[in-house]
């Protein structure tokens, strides 16, 4: 299933912004594995610092994690059957809206070109919960979301340890809280099935290359924005933790 651009609760960034798509811009290959080559090398000076291709990498996956996160978000609060399934799914849509804002912001200054679909792959998570329903629909949802968090918590911090470009290093630092404070309310929920999420995040599939990189977009078309939901009344930068059994 490709997702329209209508369903995904966007709006088009006025003013098109002519797109120069460079080896700089657009990343060889992007997905929950290290892109090919030397992720330490200097590909931009900027005047926020050096940048290397693991930190453009790093705010392109950003980008594209909202792409599909963010109308799975949409998805679960509309059709979510319990109070925290819905309540998981606003933290996603205004956590992944903030991402997304700042990516914009940043990346022009960075010199990044961002796409404007998610990967492939991605893609087919959405529609694989969306095939679901009731509480099929919840645990598929919330278990696909739990792996995929779990897998790009540890790259943030890595990230975050050894940027020295200012802009990634303000990222890393909304993408750690944004991405904990996801974690938290899917583990709220009571559907993580953790062996087996434990499985998948430190055994990825091996997928080609074409399944995990966000197509880049075409030359003039104009950037999509991920609407903000300030009506949600959110706070997905200070994750309350989940009560211990043992505190009771």
């Known amino acids: 299933m490709r997702l329209s651009r209508g369903r995904i609760g966007v709006v088009v960034l006025f003013g098109a912004m002519t797109l120069t798509l460079t080896a700089l811009a657009f990343p060889a290959v992007l997905g929950l594995d290290e892109a090919d080559g030397n992720q330490n090398r200097v590909i931009a000076s900027t005047r926020f610092g050096p940048l290397t291709e693991a930190d453009r990498d790093f705010v392109v996956k950003v980008r594209a994690a909202g792409l599909w996160e963010y109308p799975l978000g949409e998805m679960v609060m509309e059709r979510g059957t319990t109070k925290a399934m819905r309540t998981a ?141 300030p009506d949600l009344n959110v706070n997905t930068a200070s994750p309350t933790p989940t009560p211990s059994p043992a505190a009771g």
Do not use: W
């Not at 899917?186 to 290359?209: C, H, I, N, S, W």
């Open 89 to 229: 799914g606003e933290h996603l849509v205004v956590g992944h809206a903030g991402l997304d804002a700042m990516c914009r912001e940043i990346s022009p200054e960075l010199g990044i070109t961002l796409p404007n679909r998610a990967s492939p792959q991605q893609e087919d998570f959405v529609a694989t919960v969306d095939a679901k329903s009731g509480e099929e629909f919840d645990s598929s949802a919330v278990n696909t979301m739990r792996v995929t968090h779990g897998q790009i918590f540890p790259a943030i911090a890595k990230i975050r340890a050894t940027t020295k470009n200012t802009l990634v290093r303000q990222l890393a630092d909304l993408a750690n809280d944004t991405v904990l404070d996801h974690i938290t309310v899917l583990e709220k929920t009571g559907l993580v099935e953790y062996d087996k999420v434990t499985f998948q995040q430190t055994g990825p599939a091996k997928l080609p290359r074409e399944k995990v990189t966000p197509p880049p977009p075409q030359p003039g078309e104009r950037v999509l924005v991920l609407k903000p939901r």
